[in-house]
């Protein structure tokens, strides 16, 4: 009996820390870039103005400890409107918004270059999928969120 108890502390220790590193968030699974913040209802009437479409947005945040390459990365809503990430990396700790509208991209804000409205002011999902469809990160609202999601 002492012997198979010497040998089932370790295992079960093994176990554990096994369990520990499976069982991560799905966030860190996927890389650690995470839907941080929509904002599905843009300010003012949706009068479909580059300003209004511009209004609305998604923020993503890199949660790791790395700068991760976003190219070829989808962003899309249920509609399967899509915005596919051109080679654009994300630094360690930082945030970066995708806007519906059109603008000149920088390192903090992309733009879908759309002439009408992406996110749904009802309900509506946004989905954040790697180039091989792997999916990051998803965050949902409904009309108890007034204008804007935190995720």
Same mark, same amino acid.
């Given at each position: 009996m002492r012997i198979r108890a010497a040998f089932a502390v370790p295992a079960l220790a093994g176990a554990l820390a096994l369990t520990g590193s499976? $069982? !991560?968030?799905?966030?860190?699974?996927?890389?650690?870039v995470v839907i941080r913040h929509v904002w599905f209802d843009s300010p003012g009437s949706d009068n479909g103005?580059? $300003? !209004?479409?511009?209004?609305?947005w998604v923020e993503i945040k890199n949660t790791s400890g790395a700068a991760i390459s976003l190219k070829g990365w989808i962003l899309k809503d249920k509609?399967?409107?899509?915005?596919?990430?051109?080679?654009?990396?994300i630094g360690k700790g930082k945030t970066m918004k995708v806007k519906t509208g059109v603008?000149?991209?920088t390192?903090?804000?992309?733009?879908?270059?759309?002439?009408?409205?992406v996110w749904n002011n009802t309900s509506d999902t946004a989905t954040l999928t790697k180039a091989n469809g792997a999916k990051v990160d998803a965050?949902?609202?409904t009309t108890a969120n007034?204008?804007?999601?935190?995720?």
């Open positions: 499976v $069982l !991560s968030t799905p966030a860190q699974a996927a890389g650690g103005s580059n $300003l !209004s479409l511009n209004g609305e509609a399967n409107h899509r915005y596919v990430f051109p080679n654009v990396r603008g000149r991209d390192t903090v804000n992309k733009y879908q270059d759309r002439s009408w409205y965050c949902s609202w007034p204008s804007d999601k935190w995720c």
